[in-house]
């Protein structure tokens, strides 16, 4: 069964920082894709990243772009979503998929989600 697990959101002030972690099992990490997605109260989910299966192609939506950076360890079975310079329109559910498109930022690209963990933006 596969298996994502995000973690690190939390409440943070605007301009400051999170590092949000997924951590995968049950399947073969190593040949997938993985996407980060958001979802503020009221919206439809929203791509936000990805990050291919060896790391070396990574896309992000121009909102986030320069802010936040995403990364994976293989070794470790781990992907994370560093976030900087967070704006309170960054608040959101944000989820982790694994797929076996290379590098997508459609939710159809994604077989497999985490629960999701919670960024909460203001003073």
């Known amino acids: 069964q596969l298996q994502l697990v995000e973690s690190g959101g939390g409440l943070v002030q605007p301009g400051g920082s999170l590092r949000l972690s997924c951590a995968a099992s049950?399947?073969?990490?190593?040949?997938?894709?993985i996407g980060w997605f958001r979802q503020a109260i009221g919206t439809e989910r929203e791509a936000v990243a990805c990050?291919?299966?060896?790391?070396?192609?990574?896309n992000y939506v121009d909102a986030v772009k320069g802010r936040f950076t995403t990364s994976r360890d293989n070794a470790k079975n781990m992907v994370y979503l560093q976030m900087n310079s967070l704006k309170p329109e960054d608040s959101a559910v944000y989820y982790c998929?694994?797929?076996?498109?290379?590098?997508?930022?459609?939710?159809?690209?994604?077989?497999?989600w985490g629960q999701g963990t919670e960024v909460f933006v203001s003073t």
């Open positions: 998929a694994a797929g076996h498109v290379p590098c997508g930022l459609l939710e159809i690209d994604y077989d497999s």
């Open positions: 990050v291919s299966r060896n790391g070396d192609l990574r």
């Open positions: 049950g399947f073969t990490f190593r040949d997938s894709g």
